[in-house]
């Protein structure tokens, strides 16, 4: 097993073409995706090929100083892994990894994995190859899932959803990105203080590479947008990748009705629905009343794992 670094123009195509046949591949580990917030990371990805130079894995990261990271500017990460690569592989590509670390200028890595609901096949060998290398967890981020076939909507949802009914909203996809984004800045500063991870510009760049994987959803009130969520769409999962209301959006249940037609009718059909993750402060604080919300529709934990790997 050798490791090389991704070089844009002799590895873009080769790059694409694993990420779609890859076991535990999707949309956003494609450059089209990876590529668009370049100017912020140092892009650091990674091609793993055996001795008779066949690809057998892949990873997305990015250095900063001496750490290497699997990727800090996307929600998910890992090693993506071709359909035919075995335990034994995955553990020798971490050990050439950790012996070829010094050549990339890196002495640490950060890896982030990628939950199961999203693996096409069971993709969990670099789970065991951490724990056999004295990989420290250091990080756990609770996400809230349902299949949508067992949506199990709490007394108070469906109360919402009633109330949201009468009030006269109505949901539907949209492209209202620039009303959306207003909504959503405004709910981030005044609860978090924070701003979105993605500017408007750069989600609509996104969605306009990626019209059938990066989707917008809104719940009206005539023409006005109450409440909205973007969709992250990998085919087997719906991601809830942004979700925000207004303050009369919430007082009429404008969430309630949304993620009920999300659940009942536009990803009926898919494997899992993600609601996202529910803390805060590298997970060691719980947002009781996010989860709340999310459990509401019969969603229950799975979890965002996170692991530092040191060279000795």
């Avoid at 002799?10 to 779609?20: E, G, K, L, N």
């Avoid at 450059?31 to 130079?53: G, I, P, T, V």
């Avoid at 917008?216 to 209301?245: K, N, T, W």
Wanted: proline fraction near 3%; include cysteine; aromatic fraction near 12%.
């Amino acid at each position: 097993m050798k490791v090389i670094r991704y070089e844009a123009t002799s590895h873009r195509d080769q790059w694409d073409t694993a990420v779609q046949m890859a076991r535990n591949g999707m949309f956003m580990f494609e450059r089209a995706y990876m590529d668009y917030h370049s100017a912020r990371f140092e892009d650091c990805s990674l091609l793993f090929y055996d001795s008779n130079q066949r690809l057998k894995a892949l990873l997305p990261a990015n250095r900063q100083d001496t750490i290497l990271h699997s990727h800090a500017g996307l929600t998910f990460g890992g090693l993506l892994l071709m359909p035919d690569v075995s335990q034994t592989d995955v553990l020798s590509a971490f050990e050439v990894l950790l012996e070829a670390m010094p050549g990339f200028g890196v002495d640490e890595l950060r890896y982030k994995c990628l939950p199961g609901i999203y693996h096409k096949l069971p993709s969990e060998d670099d789970r065991y190859a951490l724990y056999r290398l004295g990989a420290e967890r250091y990080r756990c981020d609770p996400s809230s899932c349902l299949a949508p076939v067992n949506v199990n909507l709490s007394s108070r949802r469906r109360r919402g959803r009633e109330k949201a009914i009468k009030a006269g909203f109505d949901v539907r996809e949209c492209l209202d990105w620039q009303a959306f984004w207003q909504i959503l800045e405004a709910n981030l500063t005044e609860r978090h203080f924070v701003q979105p991870a993605h500017s408007q510009s750069e989600i609509v760049l996104l969605a306009s590479r990626f019209p059938k994987a990066i989707r917008l959803f809104g719940c009206f009130r005539e023409e006005q947008l109450m409440a909205g969520a973007v969709i992250y769409d990998s085919g087997q999962v719906a991601h809830a990748q942004y979700i925000a209301s207004t303050f009369e959006g919430r007082k009429y249940g404008a969430l309630d009705i949304l993620f009920s037609a999300l659940l009942e009718t536009n990803f009926a059909n898919h494997s899992w629905f993600d609601f996202g993750i529910s803390s805060e402060q590298q997970g060691w604080r719980l947002n009781e009343g996010l989860i709340s919300f999310k459990e509401g529709f019969g969603a229950r934990t799975i979890v965002h794992e996170f692991y530092c790997l040191k060279r000795d």
